[in-house]
């Protein structure tokens, strides 16, 4: 009986004593290697794309942080150099500053002496460019949030394809062993699709989010900006 126990559990089945087996449990990998070349060709691409999007998600993230950075003193500084006629010194503390709204208040002081509609062009301008390079690679994610889905989707097929090949070709005797590397194919490609995919979307929107704040936040001091060159001396 002892020997019987130990040569099921080499095959995988472990006996109990009341007679009930256990089945053997696949891990991740055993699973996803399962799926044959198809399935490791399209688990490939899919890992390839989760590397890409949380590369840029934590890149973006860091550059988004260190733009949203600003002294909270540093439009009342602005406005008393401007005041006091200290262009110089104004765009001296635009350039140590170094972030998005310091670049569009720079752009702003350098106008002065102008229309004030010409001095608002000037900074829409430079918002423009300085929301282009905040949402940098940005879109990558929204296109991998919905081509990876597709990609598992597409694994699906091609398991399901192979599955029906091999009932054809088994005669239309239906063996489970035959149609288990296409089953995993369709299954394991799906589900690596669909996670690649909801962590792009959510990366993609979280970024979108911060990015947002960052634009509001050069929209109100541009506002303030533009207010005080606009009060009456």
Same mark, same amino acid.
């Not at 569009?104 to 106008?111: A, P």
């Not at 005669?171 to 369709?186: E, F, M, R, V």
């Given at each position: %009986?002892? @020997?019987?126990?130990?040569?099921?559990?080499?095959?995988?089945?472990?006996?109990? @004593?009341?007679?009930?087996?256990?089945?053997?449990? !696949?891990?991740?990998?055993?699973?996803?290697?399962?799926?044959?070349?198809?399935?490791?060709?399209?688990?490939?691409?899919?890992?390839?794309?989760?590397?890409? *999007?949380?590369?840029?998600?934590?890149? $973006?993230?860091?550059?988004?942080?260190?733009?949203?950075?600003?002294?909270?003193?540093? %439009?009342?500084?602005?406005?008393?150099?401007?005041?006091? &006629?200290?262009?110089?010194?104004?765009?001296? /503390?635009?350039?140590?500053?170094?972030?998005?709204?310091? $670049?569009?208040?720079?752009? &702003?002081?350098? $106008?002065?002496?102008?229309?004030?509609?010409?001095? #608002?062009? *000037?900074?829409? #301008?430079?918002? $423009? +460019?300085?929301?282009?390079?905040?949402?940098?690679?940005?879109?990558? /994610?929204?296109?991998?949030?919905?081509?990876?889905?597709?990609? &598992?989707?597409?694994?699906?097929?091609?398991? %399901?394809? !192979?599955?029906?090949?091999?009932?054809?070709?088994?005669?239309?005797?239906?063996?489970?062993?035959?149609?288990?590397?296409? +089953?995993?194919? *369709?299954?394991?490609?799906?589900? *690596?699709? /669909?996670?690649?995919?909801?962590? &792009?979307?959510?990366?993609?929107?979280? /970024?979108?989010?911060?990015?947002?704040?960052?634009?509001?936040? %050069?929209?109100?001091?541009?506002?303030?900006?533009?207010?005080?060159?606009?009060?009456?001396?």
């Amino acid at each position: %009986m002892i @020997n019987s126990i130990i040569q099921d559990a080499q095959e995988g089945t472990e006996l109990l @004593n009341d007679g009930e087996s256990v089945e053997k449990t !696949l891990s991740i990998i055993e699973l996803i290697t399962s799926g044959g070349t198809a399935g490791m060709i399209i688990i490939t691409i899919l890992f390839v794309l989760l590397i890409v *999007a949380t590369y840029i998600y934590f890149e $973006r993230l860091f550059a988004i942080k260190a733009a949203s950075k600003i002294d909270a003193n540093f %439009m009342n500084q602005i406005k008393d150099h401007v005041s006091n &006629g200290k262009i110089d010194s104004a765009q001296m /503390l635009c350039a140590q500053v170094n972030s998005p709204v310091s $670049r569009l208040i720079s752009k &702003g002081i350098t $106008r002065i002496g102008k229309p004030l509609e010409d001095i #608002n062009t *000037a900074i829409e #301008n430079a918002g $423009r +460019l300085e929301i282009y390079s905040l949402e940098k690679n940005v879109s990558v /994610l929204a296109t991998i949030s919905g081509a990876a889905p597709m990609i &598992g989707f597409l694994g699906t097929v091609i398991g %399901m394809i !192979l599955s029906i090949f091999e009932i054809a070709n088994s005669g239309g005797q239906i063996d489970i062993k035959l149609l288990a590397d296409g +089953l995993y194919t *369709a299954m394991t490609t799906t589900v *690596a699709g /669909l996670i690649v995919g909801i962590i &792009g979307y959510i990366a993609y929107n979280h /970024l979108v989010v911060k990015t947002d704040k960052v634009v509001y936040q %050069m929209e109100a001091n541009s506002l303030e900006f533009l207010d005080h060159l606009n009060e009456p001396i």
